[in-house]
């Protein structure tokens, strides 16, 4: 049986299919979840607690979810750099669509069915003397660079290599890879004929960038 923390998770995301945040009661998630409301108070603290914690577990679940498609991508014969941004851009579009956490911490906006932690006030850029983690809930830069970090590293590690003269060069592929991300991001606002279109078309970019910085 799942822990309590779970299931009062699982019962705060089902709430929001029903009703907007300001409309959901800690009482009511609390009996969802058939544990008392001291045990929900107890393991989040306040309902702006249990927002951020639903917040972050579907951020997390996603990005294990993009780790995954990337490895199971270079793990395939012949697989190249471009495959690997595909699969990635394939599990950040179905995974956007449904999931309104991810639309959200993707694109930073979270309409009104939301908690404002689903889409935290966007920083400002930091330089790469500041280039630390940031804290609290995730923001569109920050997914960004961490699928991109994650994406350049099944790149380099793909069998199917896109040709190069000289060197491995790691600076273009991450440049490629960002590139993919914002792509993949531009057709979760604005969605292709189907994801597959749009996966190809990721593949296509990240294929002809490479070759251009192998030149």
Known sequence: MPAAREL????????????????????????????SRQTLYNEFGSKDGLARALVRREADAFLAGVDRSLAEAAAR????AGDCCAAAALWTLRTARTNPFVRAALTGCRGDRLPPAAAPP????????????LR?????????ERIRDSAAVAADSAGGAV???????PEGTRRACEAAVRLTLSYVLAPAATD???ADDVARLVRALLRAAAR
């Open 122 to 133: 966007v920083p400002p850029p930091r330089t790469p003397r500041d280039a630390r983690p």
């Open 8 to 35: 009062l998770l699982d019962a705060a995301f089902a709430a929001l299919g029903a009703r907007p945040w300001h409309g959901v009661r800690m009482v009511d998630v609390a009996a969802a979840a058939g544990v």
């Open 163 to 169: 040709p190069r003269q000289g060197p491995r060069d």
């Open 196 to 198: 597959e279109e749009a």
């Open 77 to 80: 014969e012949g697989a190249d």
């Open 136 to 144: 609290g809930g995730p923001t569109p830069g920050a997914l960004t």
